[in-house]
Every structure is written in structure tokens, then in C-alpha cells.
Antibody, heavy 121, light 110 residues
Framework: VQLVESGGGLVQPGRSLRLSCVASGYNFDDYAMHWVRQVPGKGLEWVSGISWNSGTIDYAESVRGRFTISRDNAKNSLYLQMNSLRPEDTALYYC???????????????WGQGTMVTVSS | QAALSQPPYVSGSPGQSVTISCAGTSSDVGGYNRVSWYQQSPGTAPKFLIYEVNYRPSGVPDRFSGSKSGNTASLTISGLQAEDDADYYCSSYTSKNSVVFGGGTKLTVL
């Protein structure tokens, strides 16, 4: 069972970036998925969650209206489209698997290694 | 959504027990049994320790236990071992259909 994120990098404020997370070793569409971020040296912050069939999607207030979560079950993939990026979005972004397939969000039992996003001019 | 409140630091000697608190509100910790705990060592992803207040996933030693009273959840680690030296985070589902994490607690095994 593995999650592998990609797509991070250095981006200027106001620009966009799309993160991807590929799952392997389990039935991807049996579980809800999430993005969680962490500023190096700081705590964890939940960013967004999506149910198994994309029927339920939630965002943290800090990213609502700028970020869009999506998934492609045929490709075992989770995405995070990040628009209007701000310096405060700089963090290591983890994808994580929920222990259930839908609301209410519960615990995250599988985590990727993270992909770093740096927003700076 | 304000982060759940955890003590920044706790410490204990090998063999001792320590308890880490996680204070929230009736809109998160107090309102739902969707409280989880994670352990994170430097440079690694968080590791899943406890879910739904007091359930341990397979592979997690029974030295780790969780509980909740009112708006405060707790993680107790008994029989401290050197490898328990790490950061610990609590999380909870909230009434705003989101998840909130605690600020994290650095456990030092003396």
C-alpha cells in the first residue's frame, strides 16, 4: 500500500500549481482521500477531503475558492489544483487515505512522503 | 477553525507513562468520536496511532491508548521507550465538515 505525491515546486505568488498523488496496493475507490499540509518545523493542517465517488468534497477555510480537489478512480489518482497561490501556502503537501469511504471524515491511516510547494517571487 | 490545543512539550523517563492532552470545543472533540492521534518523527510522514478516540490499528503497541472526557481528548503512552521520542498530533472531525489538527506535542524521552 503506497501513496506517491508529485507536482510540487517553486512558484510565484498568484500563479497556479497542480499536485498529483498516485495510489497503489489497494482498491483506490474504496476510500476517501485527503490533502494535508505542513510548514517545515510546524504543525499539520488539513486542506481538503474527497469521498470515494467525489460526491462529497470539503475544504479548509484558508483554501476554499482557490484550491480544487479531484480524483480519477480509473487512474488511482488524487489531485489538488492550487490557484492564486500565496506565500502562506508554502508547505509540504501530503496526500492521505481515510479509513472510510465518505463523510464524516475520520482518521488517515496511509500517508505519502509529501511534495514541497514553495510560493515566492 | 482554530487548532486544537496541545501542550508544546512533554517528557518522561524510559518505563514511565506520559499523557498528552488535546483540548477542543463542543464543535469538534466534544461533539464527535472522530478523534485520532498521529506520531511523527523528524523527516518522516505522520504515522497513524489511534482512531475514534480509543481504537488502535493493528501493529500499534498497546502501550498507546486514547480517551476522551468532554471537550478534551488524551493520549497516554505507558512504558516509555526511546523510540517514542517524536512529535504527536491529535485531530478531530468538526461541525464545519472539516478536520482540525492540534498544534503538536514534542515528546522527549529522557
Amino acid at each position: 500500500v503506497q501513496l506517491v505525491e508529485s507536482g510540487g515546486g517553486l512558484v510565484q505568488p498568484g500563479r497556479s500549481l497542480r499536485l498529483s498523488c498516485v495510489a497503489s496496493g489497494y482498491n483506490f475507490d474504496d476510500y476517501a482521500m485527503h490533502w494535508v499540509r505542513q510548514v517545515p518545523g510546524k504543525g499539520l493542517e488539513w486542506v481538503s477531503g474527497i469521498s470515494w465517488n467525489s460526491g462529497t468534497i470539503d475544504y479548509a477555510e484558508s483554501v476554499r475558492g482557490r484550491f480544487t480537489i479531484s480524483r480519477d478512480n480509473a487512474k488511482n489518482s488524487l489531485y489538488l489544483q492550487m490557484n492564486s497561490l500565496r506565500p502562506e501556502d508554502t508547505a509540504l503537501y501530503y496526500c492521505a487515505r481515510d479509513i472510510y469511504l465518505d463523510h464524516p471524515w475520520d482518521a488517515f491511516n496511509i500517508w505519502g512522503q509529501g511534495t514541497m510547494v514553495t510560493v515566492s517571487s | 477553525q482554530a487548532a486544537l490545543s496541545q501542550p508544546p512539550y512533554v517528557s518522561g523517563s524510559p518505563g514511565q507513562s506520559v499523557t498528552i492532552s488535546c483540548a477542543g470545543t463542543s464543535s469538534d472533540v466534544g461533539g464527535y468520536n472522530r478523534v485520532s492521534w498521529y506520531q511523527q518523527s523528524p523527516g518522516t510522514a505522520p504515522k497513524f496511532l489511534i482512531y475514534e478516540v480509543n481504537y488502535r490499528p493493528s501493529g500499534v503497541p498497546d502501550r498507546f491508548s486514547g480517551s476522551k472526557s468532554g471537550n478534551t481528548a488524551s493520549l497516554t503512552i505507558s512504558g516509555l521507550q526511546a523510540e517514542d521520542d517524536a512529535d504527536y498530533y491529535c485531530s478531530s472531525y468538526t461541525s464545519k465538515n472539516s478536520v482540525v489538527f492540534g498544534g503538536g506535542t514534542k515528546l522527549t524521552v529522557l
